[in-house]
């Protein structure tokens, strides 16, 4: 497998690229907090996603793989909690910002291409896996993290109640599932149940909340963690509002990113975690790194550019 980053709106590049490929992948990246990846700019993911498509179609690739998110899923505004879910059990979404939102739309246009004609004669065959909190080595959301538990005198700051538990995937089993969903859909067999669905992808990381999560990868480098947020869920809400409201208002002046906004805080204090038994019943997949292995490999990393960061923020 080789990884390659591609002008997504030069055609003919992509069709230089995809000629003679089995199965290729839309790859738009990990789980991002909408405040850190232009929740409220625009977005040309839904177009990319129809070009890649077209290109498939055109140079014959039988295979699409869009990598989604949980995001699209939920959880909603209104913090409805799913625990150990499925791709059958019923949720309304109600999507409201742009990340969740285009991730979604994208989605839907892949699924729906399942069985388009190729050039050759051939059906097209897709799916799409929604990966959990991506986590592993150069994780940069929690390298922001780490960097505020630094400023606050390495005490991790409190963004997620302890009960507001998640399932974070590692970054190598996420992968590992691209590779398998890959094979699957080479099987004439395991195509035709794989084509048109999505797939919740996570493994045995334990269940914990975002920051908890936090600690159990950093507190062997001396890290603490609060014990509760800074301020009740409610009133964090409200601030998030006016900052939100802060951010249209100064639009037209200066560009000003709200460091917290409603559906992130949304999402670290809602109980939301999936199982993965539909992607291993249906292509395999089965995690190849335990939770002590992946928890090392990541705090390995940490670790390696821990110094480098304290030095960094005491020279500001």
Not at 40 to 59: A, D, F, M, S, V
Not at 73 to 84: L, Q, V
Not at 279 to 301: I, L, M, Q, S, V
């Amino acid at each position: 497998m080789s990884l390659e980053q591609l002008n997504t709106v030069n055609c003919m590049e992509l069709m230089s690229k995809f000629r003679n490929t089995l199965t290729t992948g839309n790859v738009h990246g990990p789980v991002k907090p909408p405040h850190r990846n232009g929740l409220y700019g625009p977005c040309n993911r839904n177009t990319t996603t129809k070009l890649l498509l077209e290109t498939c179609i055109q140079e014959n690739v039988p295979s699409f793989i869009y990598t989604s998110s949980i995001e699209v899923a939920g959880p909603n505004p209104s913090g409805e909690p799913i625990i150990n879910g499925n791709e059958d059990t019923p949720y309304s979404s109600r999507l409201k910002f742009s990340y969740s939102k285009t991730k979604k739309e994208a989605e839907e246009i892949c699924l729906q291409a399942n069985g388009d004609l190729l050039c050759n004669g051939g059906q097209l065959a897709t799916c799409a896996l929604r990966p959990m909190y991506i986590f592993g080595p150069g994780c940069r959301f929690t390298l922001g993290h780490m960097r505020d538990g630094i400023r606050n005198g390495n005490v991790l700051l409190r963004t997620s109640r302890r009960e507001a538990k998640v399932n974070p995937v590692y970054v190598g089993n996420a992968a590992l599932a691209h590779l398998q969903a890959g094979r699957g859909l080479r099987d004439p067999q395991k195509r035709a149940m794989m084509g048109g669905n999505f797939y919740y992808i996570s493994d045995n990381t334990p269940h914990v909340s975002y920051s908890d999560f936090n600690y159990a990868v950093l507190s062997s480098l001396g890290f603490g963690i609060q014990e509760r947020p800074i301020l009740p869920f409610p009133l964090l809400y409200i601030l998030s509002f006016f900052m939100e409201l802060l951010h249209v208002v100064l639009r037209p002046f200066l560009t000003f990113t709200p460091p917290l906004n409603r559906q992130l805080l949304t999402m670290l204090n809602t109980p939301f975690s999936f199982s993965y038994q539909k992607a291993h019943r249906d292509f395999g997949y089965t995690p190849r790194y335990e939770w002590e292995e992946a928890r090392k490999c990541t705090t390995d990393w940490f670790a390696s550019v821990l110094p480098a960061e304290i030095r960094s923020i005491n020279l500001k």
